[in-house]
């Protein structure tokens, strides 16, 4: 685990957020670089196939492009992005050695049938790195919405700390919101 500065206000993460129309082959990724006092500093774009297997790829991709050294945690809206495009967390830890922290905003009882259903002959490879994300952790933010996150590299106490020195209102984390606006945009 990565000793966070929780404290320091020029705390940054990158957020990364996608967004994809029905019958788009690519999905765009828009990554922002924000700090603890909601400054934007960087942003990066990056795409991943729908119903693929390149996110974390992508994601990795996106943060070597930045080349930074300041970053001190990766946020990311979601870990089954693009259609069943399965971000593995662990691999973009493994690689940065930053935190990573993924987050949901709807409860669910996981998504095998779907997978089934989506991917009748290759449904176990993705069912697989599915359920190697593990366990989900409900945290409630300081605004009173809930969140659903997967960390990787740090706790899940220090994982709500940064939600909610990141949320500004609502249920969705400033720099993720920012990052959707622009995956949205181009």
Same mark, same amino acid.
């Given at each position: 685990?990565?000793?966070?500065?929780?404290?320091?206000?020029?705390?940054?993460?990158?957020?990364?957020?996608?967004?994809?129309?029905?019958?788009?082959?690519?999905?765009?990724?828009?990554?922002?670089?924000?700090?603890?006092?909601?400054? @934007?500093?960087?942003?990066?774009?990056?795409?991943?196939?729908?119903?693929?297997?390149?996110?974390?790829?992508?994601?990795?991709?996106?943060?070597?492009?930045?080349?930074?050294?300041?970053?001190?945690?990766?946020?990311?809206?979601?870990?089954?992005?693009?259609?069943?495009?399965?971000?593995?967390?662990?691999?973009?830890?493994?690689?940065?050695?930053?935190?990573? @922290?993924?987050?949901?905003?709807?409860?669910?009882?996981?998504?095998?049938?779907?997978?089934?259903?989506?991917?009748?002959?290759?449904?176990?490879?993705?069912?697989?790195?599915?359920?190697?994300?593990?366990?989900?952790?409900?945290?409630?933010?300081?605004?009173?919405?809930?969140?659903?996150?997967?960390?990787?590299?740090?706790?899940?106490?220090?994982?709500?700390?940064?939600?909610?020195?990141?949320?500004?209102?609502?249920?969705?984390?400033?720099?993720?919101?920012?990052?959707?606006?622009?995956?949205?945009?181009?």
């Amino acid at each position: 685990m990565n000793l966070l500065h929780l404290e320091k206000k020029g705390l940054r993460g990158l957020s990364i957020s996608e967004s994809f129309k029905q019958g788009d082959v690519k999905s765009k990724l828009a990554g922002v670089v924000m700090r603890r006092d909601f400054v @934007i500093d960087g942003f990066v774009f990056g795409t991943c196939t729908v119903e693929g297997d390149d996110a974390t790829k992508s994601i990795l991709e996106m943060y070597e492009k930045l080349e930074r050294s300041d970053i001190n945690f990766i946020l990311i809206s979601g870990l089954i992005i693009a259609m069943y495009n399965v971000v593995d967390v662990s691999q973009i830890y493994k690689k940065t050695r930053l935190p990573v @922290i993924g987050v949901t905003y709807e409860k669910s009882s996981g998504i095998q049938d779907a997978i089934r259903h989506h991917f009748p002959n290759s449904s176990q490879s993705k069912i697989a790195q599915y359920e190697k994300l593990g366990q989900r952790h409900t945290i409630t933010l300081h605004s009173g919405y809930d969140l659903h996150i997967r960390t990787e590299g740090c706790t899940v106490k220090d994982a709500k700390t940064i939600l909610d020195n990141f949320t500004l209102q609502g249920a969705i984390p400033e720099p993720l919101r920012v990052a959707h606006l622009l995956a949205k945009s181009v």
